[in-house]
């Protein structure tokens, strides 16, 4: 299973990936920078802000990328044939290519952080700020967040993956579901809040409040405030947050390891 | 023959691509007023396009915000910004450009609801800052005029930084001064010298309270008095004497004087809204 894993990583790290990776790094950081010049009193919070923002967006995209590429097309084009026939059952073979997708998410994770710290580091306004961001373990906390963010919507592709013909499934839809679980947190805080039409929360607010059974809720992960502002983590809720993440992988991988058993290749 | 005849109907429309783009240069474009601002989707849907990312959406709003050129006078691109700025906090509240462009802005082109909104999320979510926290006492007092609120948040701002508590503090304690109800003021600026260690500011408190004590003591004899003479009022104040139980005329500690305003009230001097006699 080891070996399969590291197959899959070797196979993500020679398709086109990591060359597209590269040239997104490039504009992402160029964007940051400029994004940076808008702001008058925190120039390096805001440099870092959208660096994190691009981060996470273009991640995403790559995570749903590895999956189609690793999965969903050795489906497609009946390769899996040939896959299937290593001494391996089929749910291992789900969970090496889960593990493949979370480690080259890692891998990229590492290479953009890496960049956008020396970018912040060397090109970083020296602008004095009242609240410089912090850049040491409250980034690296940022990153792991963002990782496990990741690894949820890898999660929910391979298990879309497991159930569709097409490879376009669990891209667009792993796509729909980032949106969803990102975004559910503010839209939940957006309805309590005054500002909100109170039709809009009657009408939501009932569907919304239960989500949390369903939909895991993504911007709880988003820990980069800890970086941003340099506040004291909240080391309960962060754990919580990890434990709910960690239980929906699993939650999704053993349904698509069910669903994979169970399904026959024509 | 045959190639000829495709190749003249290349050069025609280029003639009237080319043409028509020369011409074009004479109009003025449809966006061509890209100063002003006219779009504020709903806040969802600024959630939707930045891929669920509030931390985006808020840059995004303020990015926008900052764009609005400073020799813009119209009404509607400053409402549209308010909204935009006040979206901005409920992303991501502790956002610093935000509330600062806010604080410049907004209240001073009569968007003071939204810019107040603005600064109390920064003020209630940015603890290490004083700034937040002033700018919403400075704006509670002068542009809402409610002194207890202003006194208040000035008093939280002093807490943030001890650096200029103590000009924040003097400050706190003359808004709640300021103040309609007279004897609530006396009672906080009390309880206020009653809880200070500050040797100055005790003594600055001290002034105060004496000069709305004295306040108090005219505005009760100038009833009295105005009781008995059938509303008249007095040719001069030290008429006032014997009235409601003035026994000597009160000195105002901080040399401003009691005068009437507008509405024929007693006021301090100092008190009086210039801008609402205007």
């Known amino acids: 299973m080891f070996e399969l894993t590291a197959l899959g990583v070797r196979a993500g790290v020679r398709g086109q990936g990591f060359r597209i990776l590269l040239l997104i790094t490039l504009a992402l950081l160029g964007a940051a920078l400029l994004a940076g010049n808008f702001s008058g009193r925190q120039p390096l919070t805001v440099t870092l802000d959208v660096g994190l923002s691009g981060l996470r967006f273009i991640l995403l995209l790559m995570a749903l990328l590895w999956v189609q590429d690793l999965l969903a097309r050795d489906i497609e084009r009946k390769t899996i044939y040939f896959l299937l026939a290593y001494p391996v059952t089929r749910s291992q073979f789900l969970c090496s290519r889960f593990l493949a997708v979370a480690f080259l998410g890692a891998g990229a994770l590492l290479f953009v952080g890496l960049a956008l710290w020396l970018v912040l580091y060397l090109f970083g306004s020296s602008h004095p700020q009242l609240q410089p961001p912090a850049l040491g373990m409250p980034y690296v906390m940022a990153l792991l967040g963002i990782w496990l963010d990741l690894l949820v919507v890898a999660a929910?592709?391979?298990?879309?993956?497991?159930?569709?013909?097409?490879?376009?499934?669990?891209?667009?839809?792993?796509?729909?579901?980032?949106?969803?679980?990102?975004?559910l947190g503010p839209t939940i805080s957006h309805l309590r809040s005054a500002r909100s039409d109170p039709l809009h929360e009657a009408?939501?607010?009932?569907?919304?409040?239960?989500?949390?059974?369903?939909?895991?809720?993504?911007?709880?992960?988003?820990?980069?405030?800890?970086?941003?502002?340099?506040?004291?983590?909240?080391?309960?809720?962060?754990?919580?947050?990890?434990?709910?993440?960690v239980a929906y992988i699993a939650l999704l991988l053993t349904l698509a390891a069910v669903i994979f058993q169970r399904r026959s290749f024509t | 023959m045959s190639l000829l005849r495709p190749l003249l109907i290349a050069a025609l429309c280029w003639g009237a691509f080319a043409y028509s783009g020369l011409r074009l240069h004479g109009y003025d474009r449809l966006d061509q007023r890209l100063e002003v601002l006219r779009v504020r989707l709903p806040l969802l849907v600024q959630l939707l396009y930045s891929g669920g990312d509030p931390y985006l959406a808020a840059n995004l709003n303020v990015f926008r915000s900052i764009l609005v050129d400073a020799s813009v006078t119209e009404q509607e691109t400053y409402r549209i910004q308010g909204q935009l700025q006040a979206d901005a906090a409920s992303f991501n509240p502790r956002h610093e450009d935000n509330y600062y462009i806010a604080a410049a802005i907004l209240p001073w082109n009569g968007q003071v609801e939204a810019g107040q909104e603005v600064l109390l999320k920064a003020a209630q979510s940015r603890p290490w800052d004083m700034w937040p926290a002033f700018y919403y006492?400075?704006?509670?007092?002068?542009?809402?005029?409610d002194m207890t609120k202003a006194g208040h948040w000035a008093e939280i701002a002093a807490q943030r930084s001890p650096n200029n508590a103590p000009a924040l503090r003097s400050m706190a304690a003359a808004w709640y001064e300021r103040q309609n109800d007279s004897t609530v003021a006396l009672d906080v600026l009390r309880n206020m010298h009653a809880q200070s260690a500050d040797k100055e500011f005790r003594r600055l408190l001290q002034a105060r309270i004496a000069r709305l004590e004295g306040l108090l003591a005219l505005r009760a004899a100038l009833a009295d008095y105005r009781q008995q003479h059938q509303g008249k009022l007095p040719?001069?104040?030290?008429?006032?004497?014997?009235?409601?139980?003035l026994e000597v005329f009160p000195e105002d500690p901080l040399g401003a004087g009691y005068t009437l305003d507008a509405s024929g009230e007693l006021q301090v001097a100092d008190h009086i809204d210039i801008r609402a006699q205007e």
């Open chain 1, 156 to 183: 929910f592709a391979i298990l879309l993956a497991s159930i569709s013909t097409t490879p376009y499934l669990p891209l667009l839809l792993g796509f729909a579901f980032a949106l969803a679980a990102r975004g």
């Open chain 1, 203 to 245: 009408l939501f607010s009932p569907v919304l409040e239960h989500a949390y059974a369903w939909l895991p809720d993504l911007s709880r992960l988003d820990w980069r405030a800890l970086a941003l502002y340099g506040l004291t983590p909240d080391m309960p809720a962060m754990a919580l947050a990890t434990l709910n993440a």
């Open chain 2, 137 to 145: 006492a400075f704006n509670a007092m002068y542009f809402e005029r």
């Open chain 2, 235 to 245: 040719t001069a104040w030290a008429q006032l004497i014997g009235y409601g139980g």
